[in-house]
């Protein structure tokens, strides 16, 4: 009996070839899109830690300025004087080149061997040359193979705004190559001189143990402060664990679509075959034999289909680290990875989830096939007679899930596991209230579709509903898809919009005279002393404002800070959240308070009137928090001061940004050219931005940031597009009889193709409607998870143009079947 | 004559800096050696005119110099311990390059510490590199001193000498006072090392220096007091293709004579009629040692843990006196760093190996 029954599956899906494929692409889709995602995530995350490993080393502490550059002076004091050994200096900055950032370490070979390996596994090249020749730099070998770089070979650089070549001398091969990858290794000397830092460095590192650290610490000059390596570890990490979080969530996403789809598919195939199943039943087949051959097959299937996905996965996942690298160079951390970590418990971990998602989707279907009548199953009334009955009931049952969805989302405190948890009841429940909500629609549908079609638009109406059966499912599956994608668009983009209309407000000032390169270089360097005197005398300028960025030590670890000062009254352009009182400003130009951003307020639990020590040239001194203010610009969260106060207990009066007002009538294209040729006297290499070009440049920031969720997005959309195509295309192959009954009785092929879209589009709009919600509050749940930010509008066109594109294959496929071969398969 | 500086600060900077050790078997000497562009670089073609103590302090021209302690030291006990401390200079290039960092370098700096302990015969050895540059090594004349790190090589009048250096587990804090005027070696201070010109350095010794202070090995802190011997030695090339190795010994007798004797050994393993050294009388007075006057025999070897075998007693005759056992006081005295060498402390027994006649330090290299 099995062998016949595995026969006559293998028949049927050899007859419906199309389908089977459509269910496998389903799966190889969702498996791709959250193997990829995992894998990318893994991969940027891997190299991070890598990263981080390799510029420690075994350093177990660190000696650091809290100015933020160190005098080189105090690493000869450290090991001539004292005798402090291990300890190697290290300088850090930043190269644009090759399409690339890369980041120049100069380090002292010397005692670097203490620490790190790159500098012991020369790989090929000359330390003589790296020691005394100037502008010379060791590649890794990953890059060296890369970019096709040779000893002696040159590589174009901007370093601080200044084109700079460097002569390639050799390549090192870190124990884990793709730890180092995009760091250019330069002699200290080099790096000092290329990064324009004489005198100067970043770091000392230095293994100890306590007593030694101890004993260290209590010796150390003013401004100079020793940090265990731990710490700093867990902060740099902490920034960028929002963001995979970002990624680990779309990745389940991903899955869960696609788990909708294989339980889509699953479940056409089985209504399609109720008639054969019923057959079976009558010639003596077995329940336990229906069920098994249902889940056999969706097993297969699904087997198969997991493979594929795992395969294009792989391809689909190099493509996104990139991305993933991309979005953590912008607002994280320089980081180079081209390598996918590819682990075999990614690939199991894939292969078992797209296998189980396979089985759970096709639990259902397969226990419909077992329970399915003999005599019911030919009969089709039966069934969407059982499907109306049943639809107010699943709808109830989806209405509790959602409900039990969102009372956790209400009490559940930073969770993830329970934020996902929410949002699949909450979805799930959704899908189940999809066919009732079908039901409720047909009414007005029949009525507008009647009043714009005419009889053929009451034919499609009907023709969606009284097949529930199955259009419920697709619309459902359809919905969920729609959503997802919907979802995700709207976070995006309402954070897009909020963060354009931030920028607005903050970019108060016309013209910016700012430090080039990265804030990572910022802290370091000052605009000349006069500038700002000399800017505000050009004529049309109306008043300056100054500004210091920087990072400085807190009581809740290193923090990012600007301190601001403005020739007008007080500073514009700060939207308070909350504040101590109607007017901050007062108490902040005193020195008393600071002020934080939102994401400072939420990571660390401070509100206005509450206190925080920073740590000061003068010692820690203690400020009330006078305000919390929106913020978009970083996410790890940001301090503002006064500047005088600043200056004045930081002993620091250098400013890195001066802004420029400019008076109404003042002609802006004058003033800039004034300004730039006053900044080229400096002979500093200064960025003068224009308010405008900075909004350019953010937007284009962010959009790189959220290029990954746009590649996810069209995966999604891709996923939803293979489900409505398969959906659909097997709604219409079922109903091939009743469309050739209706060509015989002298339908044309055109009419019949309009009611197929008609139809094909009724089923669209109507998952467009019911996904609005849906992707509504799963971006409210996801923004709840990841940012909380409000909304805007994409959906209905999407999920309208989606069904309408993966509705035109049937419609024309339908249209050209003679009716002759169609009634021939009824 | 220390060539080993030369070719291990050779191996480190070409090879990479802080590298443990180099399983393979080491290339000879003369592989290393012509890896370096000796273009530019002042060399040792004739005898010299020196001055003390401006000779003490570098000379910058010449592409390698080193600082060469070595010491039979006891403790009040008469447990008896060797020391060496050693700074080796090497130029990386011939001109230092203008550039506006004070990092940049043209210099690199090594240091080798070791402390033999005869009683327990252990022996510790420690090793480090910086650039000479940025104040982190250097050596200077007015006032003498020559550091790397806190190691530090002082004297403020060439007579008496001040050396500290620490390592994790070893240290020395040693006053040395000469007893003896430096020791022109070879011809007037010009040393030859092949028939070749050019292929020799300037070396002088100062072969007796009356010793006390404090070594440090483990947690044992153990005031000392006895001899130490310095060599001093500049150069731009040293050996000629065909030379593997050197066999040098540094022997002060107790009846005031001082030996010194470098054999060069061939690939072959015979010996280079190059080979030279001196005896100095308890007078002073100074008789050149040539190849064809030395006679050497290895009596035993002892085999280190790599499988390289090391010639650790000799008999050794010198002219027509009679034959001498120098041997080392513990097998295991060799240098695990970069490039790996035996160095340690002997003794100097009569044939029989009855009679205690003096002590010193004894080096065997391209092994």
């Known amino acids: 009996m099995s062998r016949k029954l595995l026969l006559a599956s293998y028949r049927d899906l050899r007859r419906h070839q199309g389908q089977a494929l459509l269910n496998l692409l389903g799966i190889a889709l969702g498996v791709a899109v959250m193997v990829a995602v995992d894998l990318a995530n893994e991969s940027a995350r891997r190299a991070f830690t890598l990263s981080l490993e390799a510029l420690t080393g075994s350093a177990t502490h660190r000696i650091e300025a809290r100015s933020g550059s160190l005098d080189d002076a105090f690493y000869r004091t450290l090991r001539v004087e004292r005798g402090v050994r291990p300890a190697t200096p290290v300088i850090e900055g930043y190269a644009v080149g090759a399409d690339r950032t890369f980041r120049l370490l100069g380090v002292d070979p010397f005692s670097d061997g203490d620490f790190r390996a790159p500098t012991e596994g020369l790989a090929e090249g000359d330390l003589r040359a790296l020691l005394t020749r100037p502008g010379t730099v060791l590649v890794s070998t990953i890059d060296a193979t890369e970019l096709d770089l040779r000893p002696g070979d040159r590589l174009a650089l901007e370093i601080r705004g200044e084109m700079l070549r460097v002569e390639v001398v050799g390549s090192y091969a870190a124990p884990r190559p793709a730890a180092l990858q995009g760091t250019l290794i330069t002699d200290l000397a080099t790096a000092q001189e290329l990064l324009g830092r004489l005198g100067e460095l970043d770091w000392i590192d230095l293994r100890l143990d306590p007593a030694q650290a101890e004993a260290l610490r209590a010796r150390l000059p003013d401004g100079v402060r020793l940090t265990t390596m731990r710490a700093d570890d867990s902060a740099q990490r902490r920034m960028t664990d929002a963001f995979h979080t970002n990624l680990a969530a779309m990745g389940l996403l991903a899955l869960l679509v696609g788990g909708l789809l294989v339980y889509n598919t699953t479940t056409l195939a089985v209504l399609r075959r109720r008639r054969l199943l019923g057959l079976l039943r009558v010639l003596g087949a077995g329940r336990l034999h229906l069920f098994a051959m249902v889940l056999g097959e969706a097993l297969m299937l699904g087997a198969i289909g997991t493979g594929c996905g795992l395969l294009l996965g792989l391809a689909i996942g190099q493509g996104l680290v990139g991305l993933v690298t991309r979005t953590i160079n912008d607002l994280y951390f320089v980081l180079t990875v081209s390598t996918l970590l590819v682990t075999p418990a990614t690939l199991l971990k894939g292969f078992l989830v797209g296998l189980a998602a396979t089985a759970l989707a096709a639990l259902i279907p397969a226990l419909d096939a077992a329970a399915t009548q003999p005599q019911q199953a030919a009969r089709r009334s039966v069934l969407e007679r059982k499907i109306h009955r049943v639809a107010p009931r699943a709808a109830f049952a989806g209405a509790v899930a959602v409900a039990a969805g969102l009372a956790l989302v209400a009490t559940a405190v930073g969770g993830l596991g329970v934020a996902f948890t929410a949002l699949f009841l909450v979805i799930a429940g959704y899908a189940l209230a999809v066919p009732w909500a079908l039901l409720l629609l047909a009414r007005p549908a029949t009525t507008l579709a009647n009043g714009l079609f005419g009889t053929q638009g009451r034919m499609a109406v009907r023709g969606v509903t009284g097949g529930l059966s199955r259009s419920g499912v697709a619309v459902a599956a359809l919905t969920v898809a729609v959503a997802a994608t919907v979802g995700i668009a709207i976070m995006v983009q309402s954070f897009r919009v909020t963060v354009g209309s931030w920028l607005e407000q903050t970019l108060t000032s016309d013209i910016y005279v700012t430090l080039p390169g990265s804030a990572a270089d910022r802290s370091r360097e000052r605009l000349p002393p006069q500038l700002r005197s000399e800017l505000a005398a050009i004529p049309g300028v109306v008043s300056t404002s100054a500004g210091r960025a920087g990072e400085i030590q807190s009581g809740l670890g290193p923090l990012r800070f600007l301190a601001i000062e403005d020739s007008e009254a007080e500073p514009r352009g700060f939207r308070f959240l909350e504040r101590e009182s109607q007017d901050p400003w007062p108490p902040f130009r005193a020195g008393e308070t600071v002020l934080i951003t939102e994401a400072l307020a939420y990571h660390h639990g401070l509100a206005a009137g509450d206190h925080l020590t920073l740590q000061t040239q003068r010692g820690p001194r203690d400020f009330r928090v006078g305000g919390v203010y929106a913020d978009y610009s970083t996410d790890r969260g940001m301090v503002l001061l006064a500047r005088p106060v600043y200056a004045a207990l930081w002993k620091d009066p250098g400013v890195t940004t001066t802004g420029l007002r400019l008076a109404a009538d003042a002609s802006y294209e004058a003033v800039l050219d004034t300004v730039r040729a006053l900044v080229a006297a400096t002979g500093q290499p200064l960025a003068v931005l224009a308010n405008a070009d900075i909004r350019a440049e953010s937007m284009a920031v962010f959009d790189r940031t959220f290029a990954i969720t746009g590649v996810l997005r069209l995966l999604a959309i891709g996923v939803a597009f293979i489900g409505v195509l398969s959906a659909l295309l097997a709604l219409q192959l079922e109903r091939a009889g009743e469309h050739a009954t209706l060509r015989a009785l002298g339908v044309t092929p055109r009419q019949l193709t309009g009611l197929v879209s008609l139809e094909c589009g009724l089923m669209g709009i109507a998952a467009g409607v019911l996904s609005l919600p849906l992707g509504w509050g799963m971006a409210q749940l996801l923004i709840e998870v990841i940012n909380k930010r409000s909304f805007g509008w994409k959906a209905v066109l999407l999920a309208t143009g989606s069904a309408l594109l993966a509705g035109l294959y049937p419609a024309w496929r339908l249209a050209r079947t003679p009716p002759a071969v169609a009634l021939r398969e009824e | ?367």
Not at chain 2, 9 to 19: D, S, T
Not at chain 2, 310 to 325: F, S
Not at chain 2, 344 to 367: N, P
């Open chain 2, 1 to 367: 004559m220390r060539v080993a500086a030369l070719v291990i600060m050779l191996a480190a900077v070409l090879g990479g800096c802080g590298e443990p050790d180099r399983p393979e078997p080491e290339p000879s000497l003369s592989d290393r050696l012509g890896a370096g562009d000796d273009a530019g670089f002042a060399r040792a073609l004739e005898p010299r005119r020196f001055a003390f103590p401006a000779d003490h302090g570098p000379h910058p021209d010449y592409r390698n110099e080193w600082w060469y302690f070595t010491g039979n030291l006891a403790g009040a006990d008469g447990r008896r311990f060797g020391y060496q401390l050693t700074l080796f200079r090497i130029a990386l290039i011939p001109q230092a390059v203008q550039r506006a960092s004070a990092w940049a370098t043209r210099d690199v700096w090594m240091g080798h510490l070791a402390v033999s302990d005869a009683a327990r015969a252990e022996h510790r050895e420690s090793e480090r590199f910086a650039r000479g540059a940025a104040g982190l090594a250097g050596a200077q004349t007015e006032p003498l001193r020559i550091w790397l790190d806190d190691w530090v090589i002082a004297s403020p009048d060439g007579q008496t000498w001040r050396l500290q250096a620490a390592a994790e587990d070893i240290a020395v804090d040693l006053e040395l006072t000469a007893l003896r005027a430096p020791t022109l070696q070879g011809d007037a201070g010009l040393s030859r090392k092949s028939a070749q010109p050019g292929n020799a350095s300037y070396y002088y010794s100062i072969t007796r220096l009356a010793t006390r202070g404090e070594v440090r090995l483990g947690a044992d802190r153990v005031g000392v007091a006895g001899l130490s011997w310095l060599d001093r030695e500049w150069s731009t090339s040293a050996l000629a293709e065909d030379q593997a190795g050197w066999d040098w010994f540094a022997l002060q007798f107790e009846d005031g004579r001082d030996v010194m004797y470098y054999r060069l050994r061939r690939s072959d393993g015979t010996t280079d009629p190059m080979s030279s050294g001196s005896l100095l009388a308890g007078d002073g007075s100074r008789q050149t040692l040539n190849a064809a006057e030395v006679a050497l025999t290895p009596l035993r070897w002892w085999r280190a843990e790599d499988g390289t075998d090391y010639p650790v007693a000799w008999l050794l005759a010198l002219g027509d006196g009679p034959p001498l056992r120098v041997e080392a006081v513990f097998d295991d005295q060799r240098m695990d760093v970069s490039v790996r060498y035996w160095e340690g402390m002997v003794r100097v027994l009569d044939a029989a190996g009855a009679e205690l006649l003096g002590r010193g330090y004894m080096e065997l290299a391209g092994y």
